[in-house]
């Protein structure tokens, strides 16, 4: 599948939000497949998004939105759909914390990415995201909530 260079972006965009990355050093850590993603459950999630990119007027950038979604399949398929562009790490998991780290390529850009994902229930996650490309390095803070039913 062939992507076009700001499809490309935005998905790997999408992957890194949704990515996982290093837990407490003293927890005991299991590699899991790619299909391991955290159970979470299907319905309406709030997200409130910090994103930081030192040296950037306006900074730091936050956005509240909501939409009808399935995090964990999301997380599943946006992986899936990004192997093609992207190296990824084994999944990581550490207590209630997932890991990975990814590499993609998009133009003549390497990005590179460390993502931590915590899961505080089935209802609840936390993603912060540091990405590098080239010079320019960004650090995104996700908090997710569920908050009901879909309409």
């Given at each position: 599948m062939k992507f076009h260079a700001h499809r490309r972006i935005n998905l790997c965009f999408l992957l890194i939000v949704h990515a996982v990355v290093l837990a407490a050093a003293n927890l005991p850590k299991t590699v899991m497949a790619a299909d391991d993603w955290p159970p979470l459950r299907k319905g309406m999630w709030e997200y409130h998004r910090t994103i930081e990119t030192p040296g950037t007027p306006g900074d730091p950038k936050i956005m509240q939105f909501a939409s009808c979604a399935n995090p964990g399949e999301d997380m599943k398929n946006q992986t899936k759909q990004?192997?093609?562009?992207?190296?990824?790490?084994?999944?990581?998991?550490?207590g209630s914390s997932y890991t990975y780290s990814a590499e993609c390529k998009?133009?003549?850009?390497?990005?590179i990415s460390k993502?931590?994902?915590?899961?505080?229930?089935?209802?609840a996650?936390?993603?912060?995201?540091?990405t590098q490309t080239g010079t320019k390095a960004t650090r995104e803070v996700l908090k997710a909530s569920l908050k009901g039913a879909c309409p």
């Open positions: 990004l192997l093609s562009i992207c190296k990824i790490s084994p999944l990581v998991r550490a998009i133009g003549e850009d390497l990005m993502s931590v994902l915590t899961v505080e229930s089935g209802n996650y936390s993603i912060i995201v540091e």
